[in-house]
């Protein structure tokens, strides 16, 4: 416990840092991502999911391809195929997705006007229940808070390109695509109509095999429940 305390009080240390520039600045954000990534990505027996994943790893490694790929999200499938080929194992999938999703969070906090606060926010619940517990959203996440910072600078092909990362490793990702067309407005031009058709072309066809399942998952189905509901309501 006194781990997540530390954890939580690392963006209390960045705001008391001295300010400055340049390179300094630049290598001082460079520690504490790479922190991060080892925090999250080299974790043993943490997250309720951690031993789910074990089995995405086998089952994924077992199966052909395209079993594997019918099965789950093609990203995922692809980096857990890939790391046995290179002599590595299910904690270097972890490590990966543990990465894209810290990179994701410092590029979208060292935008904001208090950067420290911001990741202070971020701890108990984005880092420390999704980033250290759901190997797969946490990823996707890390790609959807980089589709935003490019929403903010008005790149509608680059907002579809990281939701594209993002929905390759949990396909829910794709739900913020539709959101392109407010980019510039409501002015459409033929950019944000070509992007919006890719994108909504691609999502669906990803969705498509997937959507009874995600709403038995997350809307319907009755053992799902957060004790805690009521008192955020």
């Excluded at 420290?116 to 250290?132: D, F, H, Q, R, S």
């Excluded at 959807?144 to 903010?152: K, M, R, S």
């Excluded at 695509?177 to 407010?182: R, Y």
Aim: aromatic letters at 16%; a neutral charge.
């Amino acid at each position: 416990m006194i781990f997540y305390w530390f954890l939580f009080a690392l963006p209390i240390i960045w705001c008391l840092m001295p300010a400055t520039d340049g390179l300094a600045k630049r290598t001082g954000h460079a520690v504490f991502l790479l922190f991060f990534v080892l925090v999250i990505g080299l974790r043993d027996e943490v997250g309720c999911d951690f031993y789910g994943y074990i089995r995405h790893f086998m089952i994924i490694n077992q199966k052909d391809l395209s079993g594997a790929l019918a099965e789950f999200d093609f990203g995922h499938v692809l980096l857990n195929r890939l790391m046995p080929e290179i002599g590595l194992d299910y904690y270097a999938v972890n490590l990966v997705q543990g990465t894209m999703f810290s990179i994701g969070l410092f590029a979208f906090v060292s935008r904001q006007p208090m950067p420290c606060l911001t990741l202070a926010c971020a701890i108990p619940y984005m880092v420390v229940a999704v980033g250290m517990g759901y190997q797969r959203q946490a990823a996707a996440l890390g790609f959807v808070v980089l589709a935003i910072n490019a929403f903010a600078d008005r790149k509608v092909w680059l907002y579809l390109f990281w939701l594209f990362l993002a929905g390759s490793q949990h396909k829910t990702a794709f739900v913020f695509v539709p959101f392109a067309a407010l980019i510039h407005g409501f002015r459409l031009n033929i950019w944000v109509v070509g992007a919006l058709v890719v994108g909504i072309g691609l999502g669906g066809a990803m969705l498509i095999n997937a959507t009874e399942t995600y709403v038995d998952r997350y809307v319907t189905h009755k053992d799902y429940e957060s004790c805690g509901g009521l008192v955020r309501k």
